[in-house]
């Protein structure tokens, strides 16, 4: 874990939202006023450059296309802007791949209702509410054409000719991981995953194996209660559970450096960007024949 890495989940772990807003306010400023220096060591890169990185690191033989990303951590190195790197991406995927990100929702009055008890229904407007996985996923699912998935946290968008049967159904999933989800269906399917300006820290394939093996995931866990909840899809209302288990146990991604090897879990950084690569079946795989032995993702306390 790099100095950026650890700042960030001990600052996520001790500091309340806002004061950690304002600590990553204060780094992106420190970040401008060293934009000089930074360039000189880095360079600059095009979207070109960077498509172009893309694929010989993943080469053409993929279906789907997961992407995590950053808009934030591309500058000051990135030449483009969001909007032309997302044109880039729809372009380098053309009719052959499908384009997936996540469009998902942590922060939301619907969620903070099933925090707090309430028992009431809550609604959560599937097409209406913004991403809140940085500035390209809400341009994505904003693309004419794309699908977004029905889940009030997990939800993803897609774009491309397996895009339909990717969204379909995860309104069935209380925790939107399992069986029939989106990450279920990559998981099955020639899928890679990219991080732009992003570690394998986001990598949400991760949490796919929980879900699966559900009892028989070897943590120390209890089932939290099922929230009902009303999804608005234009001028349809779907009724779904959302639940899962909630454990004391502390999640570290970082020990996947441990049961991924260096030729599954790729790790770089482009003109000081960081980036990642893996297939979704492999992070799947790899956890489930480490959950076999009894080992995973979690510490115990």
């Known amino acids: 874990m790099n100095l950026v890495e650890l700042a960030s989940k001990q600052f996520l772990r001790h500091l309340k939202p806002a004061h950690f807003l304002a600590a990553r306010s204060k780094y992106y400023a420190a970040k401008r006023k060293l934009e000089p ?5 880095n360079g600059k890169f095009s979207t070109a450059d960077l498509l172009q990185e893309i ?4 080469g053409s033989d993929v279906d789907i296309l997961m992407v995590h990303s950053s808009v934030n951590s591309l500058f000051p190195m990135y030449q483009g802007t969001a909007i032309e790197l997302l044109n880039g991406l729809i372009e380098y995927c053309g009719s052959r791949t499908t384009l997936v990100m996540p469009a998902f929702v942590f922060q939301d009055p619907v969620r903070q209702s099933f925090a707090s008890g309430k028992q009431e229904p809550a609604v959560f407007n599937v097409r209406r509410t913004p991403s809140q996985m940085g500035l390209i996923t809400e341009l994505f699912r904003r693309t004419k054409g794309a699908h977004v998935s029905r889940h009030p946290a997990y939800r993803v ?3 491309g000719p397996l895009a339909e049967s990717i969204v379909r159904n995860q ?3 209380p925790t939107g991981m399992g069986r029939g989800t989106p990450f279920d269906f990559m998981a099955i399917h020639n899928a890679h995953i990219i991080g732009i300006g992003k570690s394998f820290q986001v990598l949400t394939q991760a949490h796919h194996v929980e879900s699966l093996l559900g009892d028989d995931f070897p943590v120390e ?3 939290s209660a099922p929230r009902l909840i009303t999804l608005k899809d234009g001028d349809e209302l779907v009724e779904m559970q959302v639940g899962g288990f909630q454990t004391d146990w502390e999640f570290d991604i970082w020990k996947l450096r441990k049961i991924m ?3 599954t879990l790729r790790e770089w950084k482009f003109h000081g960007v960081p980036m990642f690569s893996t297939r979704a079946g492999d ?11 009894g080992i995973t993702l979690y510490n115990k306390p």
């Open 37 to 41: 220096l930074i360039l000189l060591r």
């Open 55 to 58: 694929n010989s690191r993943i």
């Open 157 to 159: 968008a897609a774009l």
């Open 171 to 173: 309104e069935q999933s």
């Open 221 to 223: 866990k209890s089932q």
């Open 261 to 263: 090897d260096s030729g």
């Open 283 to 293: 992070v799947t795989d790899a956890l489930l024949a480490a959950a076999a032995k």
